[in-house]
């Protein structure tokens, strides 16, 4: 009988071993059958590069989950279900572009599945406003709409080379750590770090100069893994008793909020910079925080690093925060001021160079 540690340990070698030996092949195939991300004004690549790594992502997870998972995990089946829903939409986008209407729709039918069939849902506010219970409607509402806007806000992020898979490993990680340390369900800390250890595989793949990108199929199927332990771990928490009470965070929506800085603040940013400019939400652009940092002259590897210790930070502040008892909207505001100082940053310092290299030009 193997321990919890045991087969967490063998989930993540399957799918990190799955994914690094997979990818070279789907490279090759890539190639030969022309399936390449065009480089254009928007993107900040020069060369064709293939968007499939998303499929060994998906290889890797699927075999693990179906392999170390627990018969008993009933959650496991609708949590499948709705990753290979979410992997043939991505595939189909990355390969032949999809309207992005029918993208939405097949991602509320796979995030359906889970909330509704898999009974993955948010039961409250948990305290935050001092909210507590809310009906079962709503709560199905609210899930969907959570895990949805985790979803694109992770694929938001997937804007240059190690971003995406550097944030999702890190988040993985923290929720990953979470799960096994509270004792409560081994099945989602193997959920996670086996996520994270595909993760990890496909980043070697992905520094500069990238070989591969993992395309709408790997930002989309981390997202919705990443949505779905957020619920999770916020819906556990509420219920922590004994021991593991060390483990109970208060305002935990928050917290989860704080874990998640990186995807949705940005997204949360990006989103009212285009509103108040008159301009759908999903207009494409590039005023991302990653965009900013590129303009500062800092690689992509060095813009991913600076957007992660960004969210370390955050981590770290909502978790220090509980010990001084701050109220969760006090919480949220502390976050939400801190980040705004940190994304504005760079456009301060933009702004002051160009304002600077105009003086200089005119003297």
Not at 118 to 132: A, K, S
Not at 175 to 188: P, V
Not at 195 to 208: D, E, G, H, P, R
Request: aromatic share 10%; with cysteine.
């Amino acid at each position: 009988m193997l321990s919890n540690a045991e087969l967490i340990l063998l989930s993540c070698l399957t799918a990190f071993l799955i994914c690094f030996f997979s990818i070279p092949s789907i490279i090759n195939i890539a190639k030969i059958k022309h399936l390449l991300d065009e480089p254009d004004e928007r993107k900040s690549h020069t060369q064709r590069i293939p968007t499939l790594g998303g499929l060994a992502i998906f290889a890797g997870l699927i075999v693990s989950l179906c392999l170390f998972s627990n018969a008993v995990f009933p959650e496991r089946r609708f949590i499948t279900c709705a990753i290979v829903v979410v992997f043939f939409i991505g595939m189909k986008d990355d390969i032949i572009v999809i309207a992005p209407v029918k993208k939405m729709l097949g991602q509320i039918v796979a995030v359906t599945i889970v909330v509704v069939l898999g009974d993955v849902r948010l039961h409250g506010f948990y305290g935050f406003m001092g909210i507590e219970e809310i009906n079962e409607y709503l709560s199905i509402a609210l899930s969907i709409f959570t895990i949805l806007v985790i979803m694109n806000g992770f694929n938001l992020i997937d804007g240059i080379n190690t971003l995406a898979a550097s944030v999702g490993i890190l988040i993985l990680a923290v929720f990953g750590c979470w799960f096994y340390l509270s004792g409560h369900e081994m099945d989602w800390s193997i959920l996670a770090f086996t996520t994270m250890a595909a993760l990890l595989a496909f980043l070697y793949y992905n520094i500069s100069p990238a070989k591969i990108f993992m395309g709408d199929t790997g930002s989309l199927i981390s997202g919705l893994v990443i949505g779905v332990l957020t619920i999770k771990f916020i819906d556990i928490n509420a219920g922590l008793k004994g021991e593991f009470l060390t483990y109970q965070f208060n305002s935990v929506p928050i917290v989860a909020f704080g874990i998640l800085i990186a995807p949705l603040f940005d997204t949360l940013r990006v989103f009212t910079l285009r509103l108040m400019d008159g301009k759908s939400p999903l207009h494409p652009d590039q005023n991302h925080i990653h965009h900013r940092l590129l303009d500062l002259g800092l690689t992509h590897v060095q813009s991913s690093i600076t957007i992660v210790l960004g969210n370390i930070f955050i981590i770290a502040l909502v978790i220090t925060l509980q010990y001084f008892n701050v109220g969760g909207l006090w919480m949220l505001l502390i976050v939400i001021g801190i980040c705004s100082f940190l994304a504005y940053t760079p456009s301060l310092i933009l702004k002051k160079n160009k304002a600077a290299q105009s003086i200089s030009d005119t003297v």
